[in-house]
């Protein structure tokens, strides 16, 4: 493996253990604190605080290429805040491990997405889609259990 791909998986599981720390927070915040719309609009603030701390200087010199990438990413990022808003409204009616549990699904619609909409990127292979076949079924074992 290479260092370049080892660096890649290792910020992998660094976001997938920031990303259910979140959640285990977020849990608690929208049942004792807020609503989940109040919750979510204020994780999203902050995250767009972090985010403007770390890469502010870079922000404006960060515009590069066409206008249909920044439709991209603005169309991304509206449905990222999408999944945040339902995770925030899910965590506030379901226990924070079934929530989690189909948050294991993403792999899932990910992948699906990526071999529909970006075949000239990325060769998706029969082991991943295997994999990505057992994280959802071990969701779906998750949550039933």
Same mark, same amino acid.
């Given at each position: 493996?290479?260092?370049?791909k080892f660096i890649g998986y290792t910020i992998s599981l660094l976001?997938?253990?920031?990303?259910?720390?979140?959640?285990?927070?977020?849990?608690?915040?929208?049942?004792?604190?807020?609503?989940?719309?109040?919750?979510?609009?204020?994780?999203?603030?902050?995250?767009?605080?972090?985010?403007? $701390? =770390?890469? *502010?200087?870079?922000? /404006?010199? !960060?515009?590069?290429?066409?206008?249909? #990438? @920044?439709?991209?990413? $603005? =169309?991304? *990022?509206?449905?990222? /805040?999408? !999944?945040?808003?339902?995770?925030?409204? #899910? @965590?506030?009616?379901?226990? =924070?491990?079934?929530?989690?549990?189909?948050? !294991?699904?993403?792999?899932?619609?990910?992948? @699906?997405?990526?071999?529909?909409?970006?075949?000239?990127?990325?060769?998706? !292979?029969?082991?991943?889609?295997?994999?990505?076949?057992?994280?959802?079924?071990?969701?779906?074992?998750?949550?039933?259990?």
């Amino acid at each position: 493996m290479s260092e370049k791909k080892f660096i890649g998986y290792t910020i992998s599981l660094l976001s997938a253990i920031c990303y259910a720390s979140g959640q285990v927070i977020a849990r608690w915040g929208v049942t004792e604190l807020s609503p989940p719309l109040v919750g979510s609009t204020i994780s999203l603030f902050c995250g767009v605080t972090v985010l403007y $701390l =770390v890469g *502010g200087r870079d922000f /404006a010199s !960060g515009f590069k290429g066409s206008g249909i #990438a @920044l439709l991209f990413v $603005l =169309v991304a *990022g509206a449905l990222s /805040a999408g !999944g945040v808003v339902f995770l925030f409204q #899910a @965590l506030c009616i379901a226990d =924070v491990s079934t929530v989690a549990s189909f948050s !294991g699904t993403i792999p899932f619609f990910t992948i @699906l997405g990526s071999y529909f909409f970006l075949k000239h990127f990325e060769r998706i !292979g029969v082991h991943l889609w295997i994999g990505c076949f057992l994280v959802v079924i071990g969701s779906v074992l998750v949550t039933l259990g």
